[in-house]
T-cell receptor, first 114, second 112 residues
Framework: DGGITQSPKYLFRKEGQNVTLSCEQNLNHDAMYWYRQDPGQGLRLIYYSQIVNDFQKGDIAEGYSVSREKKESFPLTVTSAQKNPTAFYLC?????????????FGPGTRLLVL | GESVGLHLPTLSVQEGDNSIINCAYSNSASDYFIWYKQESGKGPQFIIDIRSNMDKRQGQRVTVLLNKTVKHLSLQIAATQPGDSAVYFCAESAQGAQKLVFGQGTRLTINP
């Protein structure tokens, strides 16, 4: 059963805490992306990776970090430096490294601050 | 900093009617366009895409029209059904770009 999985579905963060969101794909896609979505708004790009061991900042990378140690995995850490982390986080992947490819999305993780 | 949340543009249609969702883009270098459907609490789903060497592309019950002269993209949904209720996003990318740029989205609601 191929696809993109994100876990957990809901995540609660205490003030000052770092939390890590998981994203895994078994589609053998080269590129992976993280987006943030706030209520009533579109998707904003946090980080993306086109190849293992390489990643690039998106439009709103401050307060976030990523790693790409394996082709199938692209975890996102929301650090304590991100002062307003409450949002819906979406991971996506695309077959090749070009931005002109269909991106396939996971089900999302909703992050809430306690 | 964070922008204040904006209300999404909303389109209300009668069940069975055709829906037309519009998207304007500003980058004249954009040559790849894609439409996504997002149901509440879920990730976006691919609907249809089009490249700039075409001005129309059809799928199952959906048609995308591209007018490069006025930088306008539209998604037409035929015989709209209750299951079509969702937020629809357009996205664009220019040759050589490494990412898609997403629009704000339009909420489609279906009246019975």
């Amino acid at each position: 059963d191929g696809g993109i999985t994100q876990s957990p579905k809901y995540l609660f963060r205490k003030e000052g805490q770092n939390v890590t969101l998981s994203c895994e794909q078994n589609l053998n896609h080269d590129a992976m992306y993280w987006y943030r979505q706030d209520p009533g708004q579109g998707l904003r790009l946090i980080y993306y990776s086109q190849i293992v061991n390489d990643f690039q900042k998106g439009d709103i990378a401050e307060g976030y970090s990523v790693s790409r140690e394996k082709k199938e995995s692209f975890p996102l850490t929301v650090t304590s430096a991100q002062k307003n982390p409450t949002a819906f986080y979406l991971c996506a992947s695309s077959p090749r490294r070009s931005g002109q490819e269909t991106q396939y999305f996971g089900p999302g993780t909703r992050l809430l601050v306690l | 900093g964070e922008s204040v949340g904006l209300h999404l543009p909303t389109l209300s249609v009668q069940e069975g009617d055709n829906s037309i969702i519009n998207c304007a883009y500003s980058n004249s270098a954009s040559d790849y366009f894609i439409w996504y459907k997002q149901e509440s609490g879920k990730g976006p789903q691919f609907i249809i895409d089009i490249r700039s060497n075409m001005d129309k592309r059809q799928g199952q019950r959906v048609t995308v029209l591209l007018n490069k002269t006025v930088k306008h993209l539209s998604l037409q949904i035929a015989a709209t059904q209750p299951g079509d209720s969702a937020v629809y996003f357009c996205a664009e990318s220019a040759q050589g770009a490494q990412k898609l740029v997403f629009g704000q989205g339009t909420r489609l609601t279906i009246n019975p």
